[in-house]
Nanobody, 126 residues
């Protein structure tokens, strides 16, 4: 059974930084692409960034230059480093994994991801 567990969320002032972690159980991370999504109150869940199995990354324009996705295959964990946080980054952040057959392609649609974590809250105060 595949399980994804996010951690690292919290309350931070605008301009601050946070690093989220997503521990993957039940899949060998080196064979799969991973993504981060977020959902703000009253809004739909949106794409944040992704990393393919070959290490290619892609970011939403809203976070480009501020957020960095990375992976440590040795500990089966993917990370999201968030710098220069803004109040509009406030949301529940979710990590997700893609099926093996599509893991060398960039996907921004949540429909392309098959397993999800429970989410971690990030709140940025002004």
């Amino acid at each position: 059974q595949v399980q994804l567990v996010e951690s690292g969320g919290g309350l931070v002032q605008a301009g601050g930084s946070l690093k989220l972690s997503c521990a993957v159980n039940g899949r060998t991370l080196s064979y799969y692409a991973m993504g981060w999504f977020r959902q703000a109150p009253g809004k739909e869940r949106e794409f944040v960034c992704t990393i393919t199995l070959s290490g290619a990354t892609y970011y939403a324009d809203s976070v480009k230059g501020r957020f960095t996705i990375s992976r440590d295959n040795a500990v089966n964990t993917v990370y999201l480093r968030m710098n220069s946080l803004k109040p509009e980054d406030t949301a529940v952040y979710y990590c997700a994994t893609k099926p093996y057959y599509s893991s060398n392609y960039v996907s921004t649609s949540q429909n392309d991801y098959d397993y999800w974590g429970q989410g971690t809250q990030v709140t940025v105060s002004s």
